[in-house]
């Protein structure tokens, strides 16, 4: 299963080379909850510097792919493919709980606005978890989808959840009820993400496999807006600029050497599906990406190893550093734009200090 969903998520290039104790984490405090124009990240030179390396998951094949911080900015979730979620403080590094969550492997997370809730997908079997942060237990595990879930997503209003699975649908779901809203068939293979709007107009979910689209739907219509081609292959990593402006997309791209991919990283306008920019400069293959709370800083984990980071103004690189030597699988970036966690195939988490 484990090497399947490998050969699926990149069919053109191979490259090989609850029972539980309650303890309360506060992963949900509303007073640390900072405007997004207090980001620490400029567009000058940001400094980066490595404060902490978690090895609590078990070293397994494709690591850990999902990382998620919390609204306070006190606590880092992770899920990896040893099964478990596991949260940690951000502050000290300290593993403060584990929970076990599917046989193979936690594909993503998402965490609600209030930090109250988190929703994660999961490669063993067709279900979406939702899970209550104030008890540690699951509330329900949807089987809504008849294959597995690679993607999850909670909109900005914390009313509602898009969930993406092998079985080529995207399903909306309400997120207090767990009541299935909507089924929406969005592409011809897997659906690899998904991702809300900030402005709740826009669901985007992207293709992964033989399917490297990527569809704009109308979040009150369900109907799609565009189809973006442009991509090589199968897309990994999408994000939205905080003005809902602008969309990101990153794929494993085009191989034209042994370490050199080309198309692995493009810019669109999210209103009319126009392309604004290839980033022609980045020849890696993108797995993660995410946008600093101004807006104005891109950040890639890509194949290789390194996260960049590029200035969305001038559409130039910024700085590029190593995570280490393996795929940067996840990113997550704390509201005040401050902490930056990165998860590597390694099943190695950094956290880092951006000034």
């Not at 067709?126 to 989808?145: A, C, I, N, Q």
């Not at 993400?193 to 826009?202: C, E, I, L, N, Y």
């Not at 292959?233 to 085009?254: E, M, N, R, Y």
């Not at 590597?344 to 880092?352: F, L, M, T, Y």
Request: proline letters at 3%.
């Amino acid at each position: 299963m484990k090497l399947l969903n490998f050969l699926k998520s990149r069919p053109v290039i191979i490259v090989l080379a609850i029972a539980v104790n309650i303890t309360v984490i506060d992963v949900h405090s509303s007073s640390s909850n900072l405007p997004l124009d207090k980001s620490t990240i400029t567009q000058s030179q940001p400094q980066i510097q490595l404060v902490h390396t978690l090895t609590g998951h078990k070293k397994v094949t494709f690591g850990v792919r999902a990382v998620a911080i919390s609204p306070s900015g006190h606590t880092l979730i992770s899920g990896g493919r040893d099964d478990t979620i596991k949260f940690w403080n951000l502050r000290t590094g300290k593993l403060l709980r584990s929970l076990d969550a599917y046989s193979d492997g936690v594909t993503s997370i998402a965490i609600s606005p209030d930090g109250k809730r988190i929703v994660t997908g999961g490669i063993s079997t067709p279900t979406m978890k939702v899970w209550d942060l104030r008890t540690f237990l699951m509330l329900d595990s949807e089987r809504g989808h008849t294959q597995p879930v690679e993607t999850v997503a909670i909109s900005s209003d914390g009313r509602f959840i898009a969930s993406g699975s092998d079985d080529h649908t995207t399903k909306l779901w309400d997120l207090h009820t767990l009541k299935l809203l909507d089924t929406i068939t969005t592409q011809s293979g897997f659906v690899s993400k998904v991702a809300f709007s900030p402005d709740m107009q826009t669901l985007v979910s992207a293709g992964g496999g033989d399917d490297n689209t990527i569809r704009i739907i109308d979040l009150q219509t369900k109907k799609t807006r565009h189809i973006l081609k442009g991509h090589k292959t199968g897309v990994d990593a999408i994000v939205i600029t905080p003005d809902s402006k602008k969309l990101v997309t990153g794929s494993f791209g085009q191989l034209v050497s042994r370490n050199r991919a080309i198309s692995t990283l493009k810019l669109w306008n999210l209103q009319t599906g126009k392309l604004l920019h290839d980033f022609s400069d980045n020849f890696n293959s993108v797995e993660s990406l995410v946008i600093s709370p101004n807006g104005k800083i891109l950040i890639c984990g890509n194949y290789d190893g390194t996260i960049k980071l590029w200035n969305l103004d001038t559409l130039k690189p910024l700085h590029t550093f190593q995570d280490g030597s393996s795929s940067v699988l996840g990113l997550a970036l704390s509201r005040d734009g401050k902490t930056l966690a990165s998860s590597n195939e390694d099943s190695i988490i950094h956290i880092w200090q951006i000034k």
